[in-house]
């Protein structure tokens, strides 16, 4: 299975952007690159997922480094509403590990 | 959460019982996964099933059984309940394409005394 390497915390002053990174360099070709981000108290929800090229959605874009072995989640205005625990995670097979996140603290 | 529900949201057990915790869909998606949830951990899978009776183990699946009778339905049973089984669980579906994300359940809060 791949491993994800992220930073254990962060920080970003309310309505800046904020870039969250993500190492997983034993990803393999075929495996698309998923985020995911828990609330407190909540369940994880997606957030974004690509594999080889740039993705954007109406929550956050996502960057993949053309070798694939980390890509950075972009919250382009965070909100008090997007505190939370951020996991990146290759999708290997039918199998997907998490690893322990990043938790995100929005400062107003 | 729409399409997936998890039942009970909450429990309290002792040790030594048997426990099943359910995990319904109404997406009539193929892929099913339990996970449990503990501080400094994560998220950790126990369990996941690929369609219905077909089911394979996760990292943490010591202590834990599963069964899928129908495609709606994945029972995760906790045979004889340990103090260590203490966590929330957490559910969710997948599409069946390697590139459709997870929906997670809201999670059933376990606790073993």
């Known amino acids: 299975d791949a491993k994800t390497t992220q930073p254990n915390s962060m920080e970003s002053n309310e309505e800046e952007p904020v870039h969250l990174p993500c190492n997983h360099s034993t990803i393999s070709g075929t495996d698309y690159i998923h985020w995911y981000r828990q609330l407190p108290s909540q369940g994880p929800e997606y957030v974004i997922h690509?594999?080889?090229s740039n993705v954007n959605n109406r929550m956050a874009s996502l960057a993949i480094a053309e070798d694939r072995k980390s890509s950075t989640l972009i919250l382009h205005r965070a909100t008090l509403r997007d505190a939370a625990v951020y996991y990146c995670?290759?999708?290997?097979?039918?199998?997907?590990?998490f690893g322990t996140g990043t938790s995100l603290t929005v400062i107003p | 959460d729409a399409g997936i529900t998890q039942s009970p949201r909450h429990k309290v057990t002792e040790t030594g019982t048997p426990v099943t915790l359910r995990c319904h869909q109404t997406?009539?998606?193929?892929?099913m996964y339990w996970y449990r949830q503990d501080p400094g951990h994560g998220l950790r899978l126990i369990h996941y099933?690929?369609?219905?009776?077909?089911?394979d183990k996760g990292e943490v699946s010591d202590g834990y059984s599963v069964s899928r009778s129908k495609t709606e339905d994945f029972l995760l049973t906790l045979e004889s309940a340990t103090s260590s089984q203490t966590s929330v669980y957490f559910c969710?579906?997948?599409?069946?394409?390697?590139?459709?994300?997870?929906?997670f359940g809201s999670g059933t809060r376990l606790t073993v005394v």
């Open positions: 690509g594999l080889t």
């Open positions: 997406e009539n998606h193929r892929y």
């Open positions: 099933s690929y369609g219905v009776k077909d089911t």
């Open positions: 969710a579906i997948r599409g069946r394409t390697g590139g459709s994300g997870y929906t």
């Open positions: 995670m290759p999708a290997a097979g039918n199998q997907f590990y």
